[in-house]
T-cell receptor, first 115, second 113 residues
Framework: NAGVMQNPRHLVRRRGQEARLRCSPMKGHSHVYWYRQLPEEGLKFMVY????????ESGMPKERFSAEFPKEGPSILRIQQVVRGDSAAYFC?????????????FGSGTRLTVV | AQSVTQPDIHITVSEGASLELRCNYSYGATPYLFWYVQSPGQGLQLLLKYFSGDTLVQGIKGFEAEFKRSQSSFNLRKPSVHWSDAAEYFC???????????FGAGTQVVVTP
């Protein structure tokens, strides 16, 4: 059973470009969470999604950031018009419905560098 | 406001020595409590968690943690560290029914020979 898969592992974008980060949850997991880790900081919650629904996006910046988790395919975190301050590690985690809140499984992250 | 504090940013410990990492939280009720470990360039791995019951929790890799309600603490311990324990350790709390985690800033552990 593969774990939470994130790709790409490393992503370099120039300022103003778009970044698309993908997360494939573990098999059977229908809940996805995105966290951001800025340099020298802990992880900060961004958004919680279930299939085709955004449940909590209280941690998402109001502009340029969006997330989706379609019925088919991976969850996508999209950052439009990236700026230097978006450089960070972005982690996805997943859980099955019955284990939400019980400590979910994290992927290895996507490290975004904006140049 | 809810908060998670890891007072030690950096700890150096000799291989074979004991390790204790501190974590304090601020929350009105007892939250769900977690410890995660992050190796360089890797994601986070769950070491252990506390929800209720026995306040001494056993985890993977020989780690344990003790919940002390009176001190609002959830300190992580290991009796004898191995070089492979060098990593960053994060304490986290969950206060929502669906499990949104609030993380501390982390403690970097360096293991010396």
């Amino acid at each position: 059973n593969a774990g939470v898969m994130q790709n790409p592992r490393h992503l370099v974008r120039r300022r103003g470009q778009e970044a698309r980060l993908r997360c494939s949850p573990m098999k059977g997991h229908s809940h996805v969470y995105w966290y951001r880790q800025l340099p020298e900081e802990g992880l900060k919650f961004m958004v919680y999604l279930q299939k085709e629904n955004i449940i909590d996006e209280s941690g998402m910046p109001k502009e340029r950031f969006s997330a989706e988790f379609p019925k088919e395919g991976p969850s996508i975190l999209r950052i439009q018009q990236v700026v230097r301050g978006d450089s960070a590690a972005y982690f996805c985690a997943s859980s099955p419905p019955e284990r939400r809140g019980y400590g979910y499984t994290f992927g290895s992250g996507t490290r975004l560098t904006v140049v | 406001a809810q908060s998670v504090t890891q007072p030690d940013i950096h700890i150096t410990v000799s291989e074979g020595a004991s390790l204790e990492l501190r974590c304090n939280y601020s929350y009105g009720a007892t939250p769900y409590l977690f410890w995660y470990v992050q190796s360089p360039g890797q994601g986070l791995q769950l070491l252990l968690k506390y929800f209720s019951g026995d306040t001494l929790v056993q985890g993977i890799k020989g780690f344990e943690a003790e919940f002390k309600r009176s001190q609002s603490s959830f300190n992580l311990r290991k009796p004898s560290v191995h070089w492979s324990d060098a990593a960053e350790y994060f304490c986290a709390v969950s206060t929502d029914s669906w499990g949104k985690l609030q993380f501390g800033a982390g403690t970097q552990v360096v293991v010396t020979p």
